[in-house]
């Protein structure tokens, strides 16, 4: 049986490891963080604009070139932003401070598209994506707070033209540009009556699905977002390159009232090709 067994992990292995070779290069792991910078209003909540810098955000994609192309990443990164300097309050006789907000990003997003050769040097890939951006938000005014939530999950397209600057270096330039949306806010009055019905469950999972399950269909009338980012890659050996990218996000969605967001990031990566 132990036999059996060591030939059968030796088999996958040497099979694992022949696929690799006859596809040597064509899928990349990719590890990036850096900082990034907020600047948000969203009149729900308080017509101040908020602004913040976080470091590090970070995330991770897989990617694979073959007949088609294919691209799945997730990103996080966390805000505290604070409209005024950190104070004090007194509250039942108590000398207490101030937190600032606390606003928590996640993106996860799939490209699904194909790459045409334009000459020796450049190549143009483009097709059609799938993005999502949930965002719980936490505005803490003093002893009181407010919990609030932005979600979308978009249906669009992409494009990214590929430019090889020398023999190991490259630049990249894509746009994410999602058309029809799903898109769930809070409620003008922040914690309404089904605000409190969706999470009289106390499950997680149960208030994010409730949260979910209020949005509503929306297109460019509506809502207005897109990725854009311009990466700078230095090849150091078959496997491994590594780089720097410029990542800047816009969000305006304007019901029940407007919520403007800028985000720029610059994010150092190392990618491993295999």
Not at 53 to 74: L, V
Not at 124 to 134: D, E, L
Request: charged share 20%; net charge neutral; hydrophobic share 40%.
């Amino acid at each position: 049986m132990r036999t059996f067994c060591m030939t059968f992990v030796l088999s996958c292995f040497l099979a694992f490891f022949a696929y690799g070779q006859e596809n040597e290069k064509k899928n990349d792991i990719t590890i990036y963080f850096g900082p990034s910078h907020l600047i948000r209003q969203d009149l729900i909540f308080s017509p101040m604009v908020h602004r913040d810098m976080t470091f590090p955000a970070f995330g991770i994609e897989y990617s694979r070139r073959g007949k088609f192309y294919q691209n799945i990443g997730i990103q996080y990164a966390g805000f505290d932003p604070m409209v005024s300097e950190p104070f004090t309050f007194i509250f039942d006789g108590e000398e207490e401070n101030a937190y600032p907000h606390y606003f928590t990003f996640i993106d996860l997003d799939y490209l699904l598209g194909k790459e045409k050769k334009l000459d020796g040097k450049s190549s143009f890939t483009y097709g059609g994506m799938f993005g999502s951006k949930v965002q719980v938000l936490n505005y803490v005014y003093g002893r009181i707070s407010s919990f609030g939530y932005f979600a979308s999950f978009g249906l669009g397209g992409f494009g990214q033209f590929r430019y090889r600057l020398g023999e190991k270096s490259t630049l990249t330039a894509g746009l994410q540009l999602p058309v029809f949306s799903w898109v769930a806010r809070s409620p003008y009055l922040v914690n309404d009556d089904e605000f409190i019905d969706n999470i009289s469950s106390h499950s997680g999972l149960k208030t994010f699905l409730a949260f979910i399950g209020d949005g509503k269909f929306a297109t460019w009338n509506r809502i207005q977002y897109f990725d854009f980012d311009l990466t700078y890659d230095l090849e150091l050996n078959p496997r491994w390159t590594f780089g720097a990218r410029y990542w800047f996000e816009f969000i305006h969605f304007s019901k029940p009232r407007p919520l403007t967001s800028f985000r720029n990031s610059l994010q150092f990566q190392a990618t491993y090709s295999f």
